[in-house]
C-alpha cells in the first residue's frame, strides 16, 4: 500500500483517457448484473426443483390432457409417496399484456407437494372452505394491487364454462410467499374441483400434468421408469422426467437462455479487453523515461511489474465495483417489466463472479504492458526523457 499514492497519481495523469475507459468498464459490469438477473428470471427454477420430485406429462406433448383416474395408478407404484396434478388455464387479467401463470390444483396435497410455498394457517383452511378460493403469489399480487377478499376475473384463453363464458371469477384468500429468495411467486393457483365442476362436460376429468414424489431421490430414475410402464400401450401413454428437466424444457422454448448471455458478454468483455488493454499500453510506453528512473534508483524489475500490474487492476475492480453497485441498486428496486419475469434478482453467486472477473480482467490487460516495462533497459529508458 506503500506505492498507492503513485499508482493513483499515475491514473490521474490522463484524466479523460482514464475517465473513459472506466466508464467502459462500469457500462460493461452494468449490462453483466442485468443479463444475470435475467437468466436467473429465466432458468432460475431448475435450481429451485425439488430432488423428490417429478413431473409425469403426455409422452406426445404437454398440452396433452391426462385421466385424473391416473392419480390412483400412481400413489400404487413402488417409490412413489405423494402424487398431485395441475393443468394450465392460460388466463389473463384485463388486459393481453397481463399474463401470468394461473393453475387449478388440489389444495391439501399441492401445498404438501410443495413446502416452499409458504401459506399461514388461516389463509389455508379459508381456500378449504371457498369453493371459488384462489391463492396468488406476493409479487403478482403487489403488481395488480390485491389483497384478501378482492374478487379477480380471469380470462382464459383455453378454457371455458358449460355457459360459453371464458371469464372466470375467483375469490382471493391467501397470499403466499417463498421459503427462499428464488422462489417463483408470481402463479395463481385455484381449487380443481370448482374448475372441473364449471368447465365445458368434454374435458371434465382430464388434467394437463402430474407432480409425484418419490421416496428416495437416488431412486428417482428407476421410479420414472416404473411410471411409463404403467401407462405403455394407454390411449395417453407418459413421460415422466425430473421437475428440473421439466422448467429447463420450459425456458428452452425461448432459446438457450445461457448461450445467448454468455455470447453477450462475451463480445461485450472481449471489447473491454482491448479498450483497457490499449490504455494501460499507451499509459507505458507514455512513462519510459520514468520507469527508466524508477529502476535507476533501485526498484527492482518485480516491483515496476506490480505497479504496472496494481494500477491496471485498480483501474477495472474499480471499474467493476461501480459498474456492479450500480446494477444492484437498480435491479432492487423491482422488475423492469413489471411482473413479466418470474423472479428479478441480482445472485450473490453472479456479483462474486463479477468481482473476479473485474480483477481477472486487471490482470489480463496490465500483464503484457507490465513484463514490456521489465524489460526496459535504464540507459535505453532515460534515453527517450
Known sequence: MKFFHLIWSNLKRKKLRTSLTLLSIVVAFVLFGFLSSIQQALVGGVAMAGADRLIVRHKVSIIQLLPESYKARMERIPGVTLATHQTWFGGIYQDPKNFFMQNPVVPEEFLAMHPELVLSPEQKEAWLKTRTGAIVGRKTADRFHWK?????????????????????????????????????????????????????????????????????????????????????????????????????????????????VAAILGAVFFTILLVTGNTMAQAVRERTGELGVLKAIGFTNGQIVGLVLAESCLLTVLGGILGLGLAWLVISRGDPTSGLLPMFFFPTRDLLIGLGLSAALGLVTGIFPALQAMRLRVADALRRM
Open 148 to 260: 384478501i377478499g378482492d374478487k379477480v376475473p380471469i380470462q382464459s384463453t383455453i378454457w371455458s364454462t358449460a355457459a360459453g363464458n371464458r371469464t372466470w371469477e375467483f375469490d382471493i384468500v391467501g397470499i403466499y410467499d417463498g421459503e427462499k429468495k428464488g422462489t417463483d411467486t408470481t402463479p395463481l393457483f385455484f381449487r380443481y374441483d370448482y374448475f372441473d365442476e364449471a368447465r365445458q362436460p368434454g374435458a371434465k376429468g382430464l388434467v394437463g400434468w402430474y407432480t409425484i414424489r418419490v421416496k428416495d431421490p437416488a431412486q428417482a430414475v428407476e421410479v420414472a421408469k416404473l411410471v411409463d410402464q404403467e401407462f405403455e400401450n394407454s390411449a395417453a401413454e407418459t413421460k415422466t422426467e425430473p421437475e428440473g428437466a421439466f422448467v429447463q424444457a420450459w425456458a428452452s422454448q425461448i432459446g438457450n437462455i445461457v448461450l445467448i
